[in-house]
């Protein structure tokens, strides 16, 4: 019997910073958050999480409950109150909105920490030395702040383009794909190509053991730090790098 690829990746930090990143992509303003449209955006990503067989914490499906029953809400008609004095209604997005500024906030926090704590570790002492000798080598290539959720958004449009969110193929026998040779195979095909390779060329075939074992192999080398990936700006095309490349 077919057993699916079940991958549980530590790079997800919860449906939170899932959110706040829809709302910087979307230069949403997080204090009137338009609920319809996030949770358009939301349940893509979802959708495409299973699609590629990640192994989802129920958190994210509970938030997604959550931004149903707000967007529900929101369309419900306002009764009309034969009431003189004016009423005030709560907002359904409130309790969302308070926690996404609490968790920016804190986001931001430990982002700066980590700044410090990065700046910190460069710093060391030593006996005076000449570094003539690394004066012509070439600089290395820097990782790049394409984050987990950058690379889902780019899944969703390679299974839109390739219409691989069809049935794919149909499986005579078992056929696995081992993470460390796709891991070998796109580090030779990114030797190859010292401009960069685009996103959506690592996924040649229709096969969603293929495609599974592609996106993990990616991010076990991005991980590694053997390769980075670069967007220019919001929504553009995904590059991958060779992290030894020039």
């Not at 040779?181 to 095909?189: A, V």
Request: glycine share 2%.
């Amino acid at each position: 019997m077919y057993q699916p690829y079940q991958v549980k990746l530590d790079t997800f930090e919860g449906p939170l910073d899932l959110l706040l990143h829809l709302i910087n992509q979307y230069e949403i303003d997080i204090y009137d958050i338009p609920v319809a449209e996030i949770t358009e955006q939301y349940m893509v990503y979802i959708h495409t999480m299973q699609q590629l067989e990640l192994n989802i914490a129920s958190e994210y499906l509970v938030m997604a409950a959550t931004l149903l029953a707000i967007k529900s809400q929101l369309l419900l008609p306002n009764q009309e109150l034969d009431v003189e004095e004016e009423t005030y209604e709560e907002d359904p997005r409130e309790e969302l909105m308070q926690r996404l500024i609490e968790y920016r906030k804190y986001k931001d926090a430990a982002s700066q920490l980590k700044e410090k704590e990065l700046d910190a570790n460069k710093i060391y002492t030593r006996p005076p030395k000449a570094f003539e000798e690394f004066a012509t080598k070439q600089p290395t290539q820097q990782q790049g702040d394409v984050s987990i959720y950058d690379m889902i958004a780019a899944m969703t449009k390679v299974f839109e383009r390739k219409k691989w969110n069809q049935p794919l193929e149909t499986r005579v026998q078992r056929s696995e794909i081992p993470i460390k040779q796709r891991m070998k195979e796109i580090l030779q095909q990114l030797k190859q190509h010292n401009e960069g390779v685009p996103f959506e060329q690592l996924f040649p075939y229709p096969s969603r053991s293929h495609i599974v074992a592609t996106f993990v192999a990616v991010l076990e080398l991005m991980k590694a730090r053997q390769i980075h990936c670069v967007q220019k700006q919001h929504f553009d095309e995904l590059i991958i790098y060779d992290m030894e490349g020039k």
